[in-house]
């Protein structure tokens, strides 16, 4: 299974930038990189995804190394709301099954 | 739209009793699966259903047991709860595409005796 590799944890000042990063050096070329994210008692949520290029939405930026071997997780400017673990993970040609590891825990410091 | 509900939000069983966790979602999607986090870990893939009358097991799926005769709803069951089964339980689902984005339930909160 194509694996990803996060830093435990990080912390961050409220309204900064969040850069969070992403190593999946195993990824073939029709994986996609998704990132969810967990809020303390919640179910995961989706926060972003792509493939080959940089990807912005309303929550975050994506950026994708160009090999594809690591990526980065963008947060604009953090909220105390923003606090949570967050989850790399590649969506694997052929399977529709999300594969958790344990993230990073990322806390926001007021 | 409701998305994906689960009941009950919190149960506490004995060991050997059986009890049937409810997951729905009212967006159509065709594939829906079952997670279980235990604390502190990412959460684990225990079963999954690509449609009405589909299954197939995940990472964990010992002593668990699914169904999924419509859409909309996909069952859980525990036939003889065992004290490793004390977990949280998330349902998901999502169109049959693998870019597609997973909705995930808010959980239910399982302790066995």
């Known amino acids: 299974d194509a694996k990803t590799t996060q830093p435990n944890s990080m912390e961050s000042n409220e309204e900064e930038p969040v850069h969070l990063p992403c190593n999946h050096s195993t990824i073939s070329g029709t994986d996609y990189i998704h990132w969810y994210r967990q809020l303390p008692s919640q179910g995961p949520e989706y926060v972003i995804h792509g493939l080959t290029s940089n990807v912005n939405n309303r929550m975050a930026s994506l950026a994708i190394a160009e090999d594809r071997k690591s990526s980065t997780l963008i947060l604009h400017r953090a909220t105390l709301r923003d606090a949570a673990v967050y989850y790399c993970i590649l969506g694997v040609a052929g399977s529709y099954q999300l594969t958790f590891g344990k993230g990073t825990k990322l806390s926001v410091i007021p | 739209n409701a998305g994906v509900t689960q009941t009950p939000k919190f149960q506490v069983l004995k060991t050997g009793q059986s009890m049937t966790l409810q997951c729905a979602q009212d967006?159509?999607?065709?594939?829906m699966s079952w997670y279980r986090q235990d604390p502190g870990m990412g959460l684990r893939l225990i079963h999954y259903s690509v449609g009405a009358g589909i299954t197939d097991q995940g990472e964990v799926p010992n002593g668990y047991n699914v169904s999924r005769s419509t859409t909309e709803d996909f069952p859980l069951r525990l036939l003889s709860a065992a004290p490793s089964q004390t977990s949280v339980y998330f349902c998901a689902s999502s169109y049959w595409d693998k870019e597609e984005t997973q909705y995930f339930g808010p959980g239910t909160r399982l302790l066995v005796l």
């Open positions: 967006m159509n999607h065709e594939y």
